[in-house]
């Protein structure tokens, strides 16, 4: 019997994303460009060391030739860099427990683009789920008194890269690999241009500090791959339920290891999105569950 490591591989990846703002205030003396800049360039230089230790490289470099398959990756290119800014500078200016917010709701937006993208229809249970969902954002917005955007940018445009890469003709490495080399050029300049001002924290950065800014490549890369890997080895409604693992470890991170304020009326405005993704959850399970018995019955 084989082992599947399909379940580790999941709980892996979404531990490194859930404790990836332990990661990123370890950095917070460098500017959230900066980071971002550094997370850009050395997230090239490992995917690109993957692609050729795996001998993809020759494959994905002849694709590149193919300008129908680059074009989507521009803009895809740009959503991922929106999506990375914001949280680093999130998680470095003491908003972990909003950030985790935004990955909370972006399986309810991704069900919303469904609609408004892909013209998919959702059956009631599902719309009263992106409802309280919904509720929960205006509820933050008008009485906890801040529209809470970080969450919202958050979750839109991972929703939109995850639209856009859903219908992408390249795997996830190659696909993480293409977006960083589009934006490597202007990520480059742009740590120049710092350094040259002596504005560059990696310049008077320690050694740990250097390594630690380095390795932002290996922390992007890596988990993606595990995850790359778990889709393949374990249901898909499995890993759906592993994915609120990383948002969960990063409010708790947000909360008790960062003493974030959390006070009550964002705990209504959090437990309403919570109830959303509970009704989803739920729904879509019995519905597997009564689909399995009439495929059994029909046998």
């Given at each position: 019997m084989k082992t599947n490591y399909g379940y580790p591989a999941a709980i892996a990846a979404f531990a490194i994303w859930g404790t990836l703002p332990v990661y990123l205030k370890l950095i917070s003396s460098a500017t959230p460009l900066e980071i971002l800049c550094h997370r850009i360039v050395w997230s090239t230089v490992a995917t690109i060391i993957l692609l050729t230790c795996w001998g993809k490289s020759p494959d994905f470099f002849a694709?590149?030739?193919?300008?129908?398959?680059?074009?989507?990756?521009?803009?895809?290119?740009?959503?991922?860099?929106?999506n990375w800014l914001t949280y680093i500078w999130a998680v470095n200016n003491g908003h972990v427990v909003e950030a985790s917010l935004g990955y909370y709701i972006n399986p309810l937006i991704n069900v919303l683009l469904g609609v408004l993208v892909l013209r998919e229809r959702l059956r009631i249970l599902?719309?009263?789920?992106?409802?309280?969902?919904?509720?929960?954002?205006?509820?933050?917005?008008?009485?906890?008194g801040r529209f809470p955007w970080i969450a919202v940018v958050l979750g839109v445009s991972f929703s939109l890269y995850g639209l856009l890469r859903k219908t992408s003709a390249l795997p996830s490495l190659e696909g993480l690999c293409l977006e960083t080399i589009i934006l490597f050029l202007p990520a480059f300049l742009t740590l120049a241009?710092?350094?040259?001002?002596?504005?560059?924290?990696?310049?008077?950065?320690?050694?740990?500090?250097?390594?630690?800014?380095?390795?932002?490549?290996?922390i992007t890369s890596v988990p993606l791959l595990l995850f790359g890997y778990a889709a393949q080895k374990i249901p898909l409604s499995t890993l759906g339920i592993f994915q609120y693992f990383a948002p969960t470890l990063q409010l708790c991170i947000g909360i008790f290891l960062y003493s974030e304020p959390f006070p009550t009326q964002q705990k209504i405005g959090f437990i309403l999105v919570w109830c959303g993704l509970a009704l989803y959850g739920s729904e879509s399970v019995l519905r597997q569950i009564r689909k399995d018995k009439l495929v059994l019955k029909s046998v």
């Open positions: 694709s590149l030739k193919n300008k129908k398959l680059i074009r989507p990756f521009f803009l895809s290119a740009a959503l991922i860099s929106l599902q719309w009263a789920a992106v409802f309280l969902a919904f509720s929960g954002v205006c509820y933050l917005t008008f009485f906890y241009v710092m350094a040259g001002k002596g504005n560059a924290d990696f310049m008077r950065q320690n050694s740990t500090g250097i390594l630690l800014l380095l390795g932002t490549g290996i």
